[in-house]
């Protein structure tokens, strides 16, 4: 079955420092691939995608990364700040405009100061 | 614009009752999903509507949830009975199918479901 996997454990950085979130899945040929972030108590809110024909997103602070040969992707966000702690969800879209997304479980990002 | 509503933001219901949640989608949003969230986990795809046509509800449990969107706008949701297991957050999202890819879902901040 497909299956997405994030770190479940929580990520822990200082202030300044880059992050890096990992996103795995198998059994599955996304199309696109997007990242959400979620605040306690709040829905997620979007942040980027990219396509299976695209290696790499750049938008501000964030980068993106997709490689469908190790079926990975990577999040990045340089110069963390306290107010980028909140939890970061990716999620897998298949081809054709139906929008279906599958998410991964999160990971906890914790930046301090 | 505004963005997606629900409501309740909060429910506690005992087992076997069953209860409801609303969702307002971004106006002029055809695409609606209803998600269940479990705590520590990620967001499930319960019900995809495209206008008030059932995409998918592959992964709905039919004996007791249903989902309509009468007029291809606004959704509910209903749990009937509600089980111990039934506790989690009820995420509505929206989107506009050709906007998907600049984007994303534009989510509610949830219903918040407790069944003791």
């Known amino acids: 079955s497909q299956k997405i996997e994030q770190n479940s454990e929580a990520l822990n950085i200082q202030e300044g420092k880059t992050a890096t979130l990992t996103c795995n899945y198998t059994?599955?040929?996304?199309?696109?691939l997007q990242w959400y972030r979620q605040d306690p108590g709040r829905g997620p809110v979007f942040l980027l995608l990219i396509r299976e024909n695209e290696k790499e997103k750049r938008k501000e602070r964030l980068k993106v990364t997709f490689d469908t040969t190790l079926k990975q992707s990577l999040f990045h966000i340089t110069a963390s700040q306290p107010a980028d702690s909140a939890t970061y969800l990716c999620a897998l879209g298949s081809s054709g405009n139906t929008g279906k997304l599958i998410f991964g479980q999160g990971t906890t990002l914790q930046v301090k100061p | 614009e505004a963005g997606v509503a629900q409501s309740p933001r909060y429910k506690i219901i005992e087992k076997r009752q069953s209860v409801a949640f609303w969702c307002n989608p971004i106006?002029?949003?055809?695409?609606l999903y209803w998600y269940q969230q479990i705590l520590g986990q990620g967001p499930k795809l319960l019900i995809q509507?495209?206008?008030?046509?059932?995409?998918?509800d592959s992964q709905l449990p039919k004996d007791r949830f249903s989902a309509e969107r009468l007029k291809g706008v606004d959704s509910t949701l209903k749990i009937q009975p509600a089980k111990l297991e039934d506790s989690a957050v009820y995420l509505c999202?929206?989107?506009?199918?050709?906007?998907?890819?600049?984007?994303?879902?534009?989510f509610g901040s949830g219903t918040r479901l407790t069944v003791v």
């Open positions: 999202a929206s989107s506009l199918g050709s906007t998907i890819f600049s984007y994303g879902y534009t």
């Open positions: 106006s002029g949003h055809a695409t």
């Open positions: 509507f495209q206008n008030n046509g059932v995409v998918d």
């Open positions: 059994n599955y040929s996304p199309a696109y």
